[in-house]
């Protein structure tokens, strides 16, 4: 299956909706465009991952990737994911204890949401 990035700007928040499957085939696509745009400036990243149908290490490899980049500069990374096979997928590898996850863009670009620990 093919990947689909579609950004969009969501009060400060740089979204990029992600479809498809995100396999060893498809992730360097996916880093490259997080990359654009954390190097384009964007600060608080949130990848919405509801229209994904697989997900395998080495896209959680290009997650944790742009989690490390976004901290290096101040910035917050937040992962929209509602379906339970990939929620099962970061509990199994305790990414979930990493990534903020939430249910829904709505509640990924709350105020206070960015950084949920402050």
């Not at 689909?4 to 360097?28: F, K, N, W």
């Amino acid at each position: 299956m093919e990947l689909s990035l579609t950004t969009r700007t969501i009060a400060e928040h740089a979204v990029l909706e992600v479809g498809g499957e995100v396999d060893v085939y498809t992730a360097p696509r996916l880093r490259e465009r997080l990359v654009e745009m954390v190097d384009g400036g964007a600060r608080q990243v949130v990848v919405d991952l509801g229209r994904v149908d697989f997900l395998d290490s080495t896209g959680l490899g290009v997650l944790v990737g742009a989690l490390k980049r976004l901290r290096a500069v101040g910035g917050s990374f937040g992962l929209v994911c509602d379906k339970e096979p990939l929620l099962k997928i970061f509990r199994i590898t305790a990414l979930d204890q990493v990534f903020p996850l939430y249910p829904s863009i709505e509640a990924a670009t709350a105020p206070g949401a960015a950084n949920p620990t402050a």
